[in-house]
């Protein structure tokens, strides 16, 4: 083979060999764990009974005057969060939904690690569940950067994450017009795994910085 093939023979493999390297990895990321779930929800959620959810309790023994067993969109993210074994990083600006928090308690006293990441501003905000979960021992931190915090997104046992545009609030699951993708894909799970971590360290109380935003006075503003 004469020289001058040579080097085009190793010039056009030069040049394939990226294409093929980025298509195994395209072929290779569109495999999926079997069964992976994906799942949507929409909102505002029917009002119904989630009693049944919290305790072993039949949807038809309870007594409350909310319709019973009625599957929805509340019920189930809730049975989401809940399947949760051994870890749940949650990251949401505004948290004052009684049913969601009473989902991270109970995975709490079940000895599921728990960490919550807020912003700095909703903390103070009336009907914030965020000091219920501290008094529980729940770890905690706020961000307090001098832009919002608005992340509505959490990981379930670092595999499968819950993201969207709902706050965890009664108006957002209640009245508000909001989606939440609940979804095992490892591309998706990944960044967010990646992005909590960023944003748990750099809200360590040990290496926080001074507050750069102006409190804001308890009740003075709210948050759907
Ligand atoms: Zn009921």
Redo the contacts with the bound molecule.
């Keep these: 083979m004469s020289a001058l093939w040579t080097v085009k023979v190793l010039g056009l493999a030069a040049v394939a060999l990226p294409l093929w390297v980025e298509l195994l990895g395209r072929f290779l990321r569109r495999l999926r764990p079997a069964g992976a779930l994906n799942e949507v929800l929409f909102f505002p959620s029917q009002v119904a009974?989630v009693?049944h959810i919290f305790s072993s309790l039949s949807p038809g023994s309870?007594?409350?005057p909310?319709p019973?067993g009625v599957e929805t969109s509340l019920s189930r993210l809730l049975r989401r969060i809940l399947s949760a074994t051994s870890s749940l990083d949650l990251c949401v600006f505004a948290f004052s939904n009684v049913n969601l928090s009473r989902a991270v308690l109970a995975l709490h006293d079940r000895g599921v690690a728990v960490r919550v990441l807020t912003d700095r501003d909703y903390v103070a905000v009336t009907g914030s569940q965020i000091g219920v979960l501290r008094k529980a021992g729940i770890c905690v931190r706020c961000d307090a950067c001098s832009v919002h915090m608005h992340h509505k997104f959490a990981l379930v046992d670092g595999r499968l994450l819950i993201t969207g545009s709902l706050n965890w609030t009664l108006t957002a699951v209640q009245s508000n017009i909001e989606n939440v993708v609940v979804t095992e894909e490892p591309d998706l799970v990944r960044p967010f795994a990646e992005e909590f971590h960023r944003l748990w360290e750099r809200n360590d109380p040990a290496r926080c910085l001074r507050p750069k935003r102006p409190k804001l006075r308890s009740g003075s503003i709210s948050y759907d």
């Design positions: 009974c009693e309870c007594l409350c909310l019973h």
